[in-house]
């Protein structure tokens, strides 16, 4: 079946501009996770979303970065005002569960600020 | 949540078995250990989980001595598409008080594995 996707692939903005990075985890999975990865270093938790709710968005680093998931299936992280350390691989996976279940990772955003 | 800490890299050869070793001295005792892979420019791969003792599947294999204090990712015959990073992870099990669902990420460990 599908996995996890996340539109789109790559995204270049400059610096101030906002930026939606969308992802659309596996049919069926309530719990949806967006990472973000700097090159050199693993994933990053931002925040988790167990059906429409924000469970845990203790990784977000401030209040420029917000995401949103109405309906319980596809989530957009939204980032204002961007800055260049906003660069990296945002990751987002999608899981059956909340605890120690196996996480669907998708193929990631590339956002460059310039 | 507990910390994990895995060598920065390895090298092996093509056919060898090649073992990856955590540790996680400050495990709770709810958390489970899982491995992750990762190949360039791809989301990172579930690999293998464990509780205690020894879990195998048809990739790898994972030994968890008494105390889970540490763990060892057993890859037999390794292949050049092998290559990657591989993670591990200590956490999971909410529902029961432990850690929260979120996967907490160290750098990993980087394996080359040459022809």
């Known amino acids: 079946g599908a996995g996890v996707s996340q539109t789109p692939s790559n995204k270049v903005t400059e610096k101030g501009k906002y930026v939606e990075l969308r992802c659309d985890p596996i049919s069926g999975h309530t719990a949806l996770y967006w990472y973000r990865q700097s090159l050199g270093q693993g994933p990053e938790f931002l925040i988790y979303f167990q059906g429409t709710g924000a469970a845990d968005d203790s990784g977000l680093p401030n209040d420029r970065f917000f995401a949103v998931r109405p309906e319980g299936s596809v989530s957009t992280l939204k980032i204002q005002r961007t800055e260049r350390g906003d660069s990296a691989v945002y990751l987002c996976?999608?899981?059956?569960?909340?605890?120690?279940?196996?996480?669907?990772f998708g193929p990631g955003t590339r956002l460059t600020v310039t | 949540l507990a910390k994990t800490t895995q060598p920065i890299s390895m090298d092996s050869y093509e056919g060898q078995e090649v073992n990856i070793t955590c540790s996680h001295n400050n495990i709770a005792t709810n958390d489970y250990i899982t491995w992750y892979q990762q190949f360039p420019s791809q989301g990172p791969r579930f690999i293998i989980q464990?509780?205690?003792t020894k879990v195998t599947n048809e990739v790898a294999s994972l030994f968890i001595p008494a105390d889970r204090k540490s763990s060892t990712l057993s890859l037999p015959r390794v292949s050049l598409s092998d290559t990657a990073v591989y993670y591990c992870?200590?956490?999971?099990?909410?529902?029961?008080?432990?850690?929260?669902?979120?996967?907490?990420f160290g750098k990993g460990t980087k394996l080359s594995v040459k022809p």
């Open positions: 464990g509780y205690k």
């Open positions: 996976a999608s899981s059956f569960g909340s605890d120690a279940d196996e996480q669907y």
């Open positions: 992870l200590v956490g999971g099990a909410m529902n029961y008080g432990g850690s929260q669902g979120n996967l907490i």
